[in-house]
Every structure is written in C-alpha cells, then in structure tokens.
C-alpha cells in the first residue's frame, strides 16, 4: 500500500509541476509518459521522477511544495485516472514543450501533440493507439487512425 501512495504523490507532484495548466488530455498524457518509462525501465514512478534532469522541476525549483490548492486536487485527480487507464499515448517515454526543439527530440518517434506538448518514444516500431472519449472518460482503441508528421 505504501508503494502505491508513495507512487500516486510522485505522480501528482509531477502532472501539477510539468502540467497544471493544461487541458486534462494533456495531463493525462504527461502522467502516462511517467508511468510508461516507469513501466520501461521497471521502475518504481519516485525513482522514475527523481531520476536528474529528466523533468525540469526536479532541479529548477528550489521546493516541491505545490502552492496552488485546486491545481494540486485535479493533478491527483488526472494521477488516479492515469493509473487506471490504458495509455493513449502510442507509448510515449518523452515530450516537451511545443515551442522548444531539444536535439534528443530528433533521435523520437513523434507519437502525438497533447495541449502545449509534443509526445515521443523510442523505436520505429508500431504501438496501439488509443483515443481519449471526453463524453465517456474511457480511453477507446481507434480503428483509423493519421499519425501526425512531425
């Protein structure tokens, strides 16, 4: 039980810190990111969040303490549903800003484009997709699908 809570608050801490201010898609898709490479690279979400450079809260901020109340009760809001749902991500391990052209983007795959973020993942290789439902809050497979150019 403990694993899970400690999980759920890295989680938290991380959709409120990379994306309180997006749409709640691109929350889920930040969150998914986390539990992917936390899936990935079989670790636990903490250890996967702690690890240096790889979220830039973790090192631009001098405090972890969210300071804005209802932010931080939708991002444990977005954290519960994420580990509840199917990834729609297309596998996404990375992203970043849209308005940023980091050189790591250019070795990604460019699976889709949440809010202000630009998801990737490793590999050619083909991975399910999934569409967010908005009307049902389900996460429901895509029988056709465009894969944007990147």
Do not use: C
């Not at 509840?84 to 050189?103: I, K, Q, V």
């Not at 993942?121 to 699908?145: C, E, H, W």
Request: hydrophobic share 40%; aromatic share 14%; no cysteine.
């Amino acid at each position: 039980m403990l694993s899970f809570l400690e999980g759920l608050l890295w989680l938290t801490l991380n959709v409120y810190h990379e994306a309180r201010g997006e749409p709640e898609i691109g929350q889920l898709a930040v969150a998914h990111v986390t539990l992917n490479r936390a899936m990935e690279e079989h670790k636990s979400i903490a250890e996967v969040v702690r690890e240096p450079y790889q979220f830039s809260w973790t090192f631009q901020k001098k405090s972890y303490v969210p300071l804005e109340l209802h932010p931080l009760q939708k991002s444990l809001n977005v954290a519960l549903k994420a580990m509840t749902s199917r990834d729609f991500t297309g596998g996404a391990t990375y992203f970043h800003r849209y308005d940023l052209n980091p050189d790591w983007a250019t070795t990604k795959t460019f699976t889709a484009r949440y809010g202000a973020h630009r998801f990737y993942r490793d590999g050619k290789k083909s991975m399910p997709v999934y569409a967010f439902n908005q009307t049902s809050l389900f996460l429901q497979p895509l029988s056709v699908i465009s894969t944007p150019k990147s």
